[in-house]
């Protein structure tokens, strides 16, 4: 049984095993660190701290370190902060990096391949942050630099999306070219960052093909960061910053899928790490199963396919 109970440093207590969190940013020094008071700069001794933080929480096994390459506007920069945090992560499994990717400039190519050559299985892009679609020149980028990827090297692209609510004819064609994209790659697992908040229709979408479709891969995931905020913990909350109901949310990943849904906490230096995500799962009415599905067996399942 994965309930255990934990008492956690800054005093916060709840029950739970996590097997993997797929989403912990790694902020590199300079990066502006928004949430603090003075809107600080965050420093190296912040990083290290924020990072041997992470690895002394008892409940979690492993998880994601994000590089915030996507963010960089050189190929020198690029490589630097990938290779960062790759190098941190050596010899310490609990740890997986991830390498950051943009399509936004013309040197995305030679960034894979650095990732690829320092032996990187995960990669992070972040088309929100670049504002932008699935489509045309950005979807053309991504298909060449997944050709770069071996055939019978199994990786993930995690990947933050974007979308308008103005334009629902542009999110769904997105849509279908993630889906596009998933069967021409069958060796990349693509999961959608925050559970694609604020555009619950692509998760519709998925799931209705795949419905519709049933003999054909499903390598596409979710992982669930973003749920929890101060200004969207209920139904009400959710209706009024998303305009669905919390309640929609749940049956959306039911439909979706379960077990292709992914735990994450979006922790950064001033979030370490996510027991309100955690405890929010563990009270939304998620059945027992589902809760053991997202803390635990999904993670468990996801990183032997990655032979991780």
């Known amino acids: ?18 097997s993997l969190d797929a989403h912990v940013h790694y902020q590199t020094a300079g990066i502006l660190n928004p949430m603090t008071a003075d809107a600080r700069f965050v420093t190296h001794d912040d990083t290290k701290e924020y990072y041997l933080k992470i690895l002394s929480q008892p409940y979690l096994d492993r998880f994601f370190l994000l590089s915030e390459a996507y963010m960089a506007s050189n190929l020198k920069d690029a490589n ?36 690829l050559n320092l032996g990187f299985s995960g990669f992070k892009m972040h088309l929100s942050y670049e504002e932008t679609f699935l489509e045309n020149d950005t979807l053309n980028k991504i298909y060449d630099a997944l050709t770069q990827v071996p055939k019978d090297k199994t990786v993930f692209l995690l990947n933050h999306y974007y979308y308008s609510t103005k334009d629902p004819i542009r999110n769904k064609k997105q849509t279908m ?4 994209l998933s069967q021409e790659f069958p060796n990349v697992q693509f999961i959608i960052a925050h559970a694609a908040l604020g555009n619950p229709q ?5 799931a209705n093909y795949y419905l519709q479709n049933p003999s054909i891969l499903r390598n596409i995931y979710l992982e669930t960061s973003s749920f929890i905020s101060s200004f969207h913990r209920t139904d ?3 209706i009024n910053y998303y305009g669905y109901s919390l309640s929609y949310y749940r049956e959306l990943f039911q439909k979706f899928g379960i077990e292709r849904v992914l735990y994450g906490s979006d922790s950064f230096i001033n979030n370490p790490i996510g027991s309100k995500e955690i405890d929010f799962i563990l009270n939304s009415n998620f059945s027992f199963y589902e809760q053991d599905r997202i803390l635990e067996k999904n993670g468990q399942d996801f990183l032997q396919l990655l032979s991780l």
């Open 236 to 238: 009400s909350d959710f």
């Open 202 to 206: 692509m998760l519709e979408d998925i």
């Open 1 to 18: 049984m994965f309930f255990v109970f934990l008492l956690f440093n800054w005093g916060l207590s709840f029950s739970a095993k996590v």
């Open 80 to 115: 630097n902060k990938n290779s960062e945090v790759y190098n941190l992560t050596q010899g310490e499994t609990r740890a997986i990096p991830v390498c950051g990717l943009t399509t936004k400039y013309v040197f995305y190519k030679p960034a894979l391949s650095h990732c």
């Open 177 to 180: 070219n993630l889906l596009a």
